[in-house]
């Protein structure tokens, strides 16, 4: 059977709301580590990607570009994972890519939260930072993971001390 693999990882931690406009909103320091030790955590696993698009929004390109500076691909901005992105919109961007291709996609709640209901029938509690894979097979979905920041930043620690050590 036929069958892709969506990965969501929610931007890291941000400045408030208040702080500035919402589409200029940058990771604070602890959003920049959530982020680097998710990339850190998913090459430890082995995870590898055919591709990563990000939202243009800055908290969502800094994460990008902080996860992939250890997963050999290179972030691409699309404006669809923005406001309004659904699983029809997920599924197209998969579509993009071949049988068995892993995607990560870089983004917002509510809508992972969303896209993960409609494609699995799973209701998740999504936090910054956090990360869901869901393998999709003949339109359907299934949750594969699901992992908090926390989870992350003790796979992805553990990798750095490694690569460091």
Same mark, same amino acid.
């Given at each position: 059977?036929?069958?892709?693999?969506?990965?969501?990882?929610?931007?890291?931690?941000?400045?408030?709301?208040?702080?500035? &406009?919402?589409?200029?909103?940058?990771?604070?320091?602890?959003?920049?580590?959530?982020?680097?030790?998710?990339?850190?955590?998913?090459?430890?696993?082995g995870v590898e990607f055919a591709a990563c698009v990000t939202s243009p929004l800055v908290?969502?390109?800094?994460?990008?570009?902080?996860?992939?500076?250890?997963?050999?691909?290179? &972030?691409?901005?699309?404006?669809?994972?923005?406001?309004?992105?659904? +699983? +029809?919109?997920?599924?197209?961007?998969?579509?993009?890519?071949?049988?068995?291709?892993?995607?990560?996609?870089?983004?917002?709640? &509510?809508?992972?939260?969303?896209? *993960?209901?409609?494609?699995c029938g799973a209701h998740v509690d999504f936090k910054k930072g956090g990360l869901a894979? *869901?393998?999709?097979?003949?339109?359907?979905?299934?949750?594969?993971?699901?992992?908090?920041?926390?989870?992350?930043?003790?796979?992805?620690?553990? +990798?750095? +001390?490694?690569?460091?050590?």
């Amino acid at each position: 059977m036929a069958y892709q693999q969506l990965w969501l990882l929610r931007h890291g931690e941000a400045v408030p709301h208040d702080s500035k &406009p919402d589409d200029q909103r940058e990771l604070t320091a602890r959003g920049e580590r959530q982020s680097t030790a998710a990339g850190a955590a998913l090459a430890r696993l082995g995870v590898e990607f055919a591709a990563c698009v990000t939202s243009p929004l800055v908290r969502a390109r800094q994460t990008a570009e902080l996860a992939c500076a250890t997963l050999s691909v290179e &972030p691409e901005e699309r404006a669809g994972l923005g406001k309004g992105f659904d +699983a +029809a919109a997920a599924r197209d961007l998969l579509a993009e890519h071949p049988t068995g291709a892993r995607v990560l996609m870089v983004g917002h709640n &509510p809508s992972f939260e969303q896209v *993960v209901l409609d494609l699995c029938g799973a209701h998740v509690d999504f936090k910054k930072g956090g990360l869901a894979a *869901v393998r999709i097979e003949s339109g359907r979905g299934l949750l594969l993971a699901l992992m908090r920041p926390r989870e992350l930043e003790s796979l992805g620690a553990d +990798a750095l +001390a490694h690569a460091s050590g």
